[in-house]
């Protein structure tokens, strides 16, 4: 059963890497939509980009160890954890979210961002809100 503990240890810790740079990245865009400098705007585009793809792997390794997790409870815990289901519908969303940043930054580097820096802002606080969500689905199991 240990071999789980470590499974489930490097889920949250590679889901912790993750959120780093998914609350950072839209930090990001508010600032660089706020930006009127070139060269100010070109040194942004940089840090979007290694950012993102610095945290992409983290996304697929928390996705890695989470389907290890589920395999290893086995089908029929899952088949009965309602809350669970409710989760990965919330993890889905945030894998969209994910991608949707790649078309956000595809956008700031070939100059097409037509987005204020209020909807950055807002956009920003999707990831916080599912994480309550999941953190909350996970801890306290209400069904």
Same mark, same amino acid.
């Given at each position: 059963?240990?071999?789980?503990?470590?499974?489930?240890?490097?889920?949250?810790?590679?889901?912790?890497?993750?959120?780093?740079?998914?609350?950072?990245?839209?930090?990001?865009?508010?600032?660089?939509?706020?930006?009127?400098?070139?060269?100010?705007?070109?040194?942004?585009?940089? /840090?979007?980009? !290694? &950012? =993102?793809?610095?945290?992409?792997?983290? %996304?697929?390794?928390?996705?890695? *160890?989470? @389907? #290890?997790?589920?395999?290893?409870?086995?089908?029929?815990?899952?088949?009965?954890?309602?809350? /669970?289901?409710? !989760? &990965? =519908?919330?993890?889905?969303?945030?894998? %969209?979210?994910?991608?949707?940043? *790649?078309? @956000? #930054?595809?956008?700031?580097?070939?100059?097409?961002?037509?987005?204020?820096?209020?909807?950055?802002?807002?956009?920003?606080?999707?990831?916080?809100?599912?994480?309550? %969500?999941?953190?909350?689905?996970?801890?306290?199991?209400?069904?």
């Amino acid at each position: 059963m240990s071999w789980i503990l470590w499974v489930k240890a490097l889920h949250i810790a590679f889901m912790v890497a993750w959120f780093a740079g998914i609350f950072y990245l839209p930090r990001l865009f508010v600032y660089h939509a706020m930006n009127n400098h070139t060269a100010v705007d070109e040194q942004f585009k940089v /840090m979007e980009r !290694k &950012l =993102l793809y610095f945290v992409t792997p983290f %996304a697929l390794l928390t996705l890695i *160890f989470g @389907l #290890l997790l589920i395999y290893a409870y086995g089908s029929a815990w899952f088949a009965a954890s309602g809350w /669970m289901h409710t !989760k &990965l =519908l919330l993890v889905t969303l945030l894998y %969209a979210y994910h991608g949707y940043c *790649f078309k @956000l #930054l595809a956008d700031f580097k070939h100059n097409r961002n037509r987005r204020s820096h209020r909807f950055y802002r807002v956009f920003n606080e999707v990831p916080v809100l599912i994480l309550f %969500a999941v953190v909350i689905l996970a801890v306290v199991k209400p069904y």
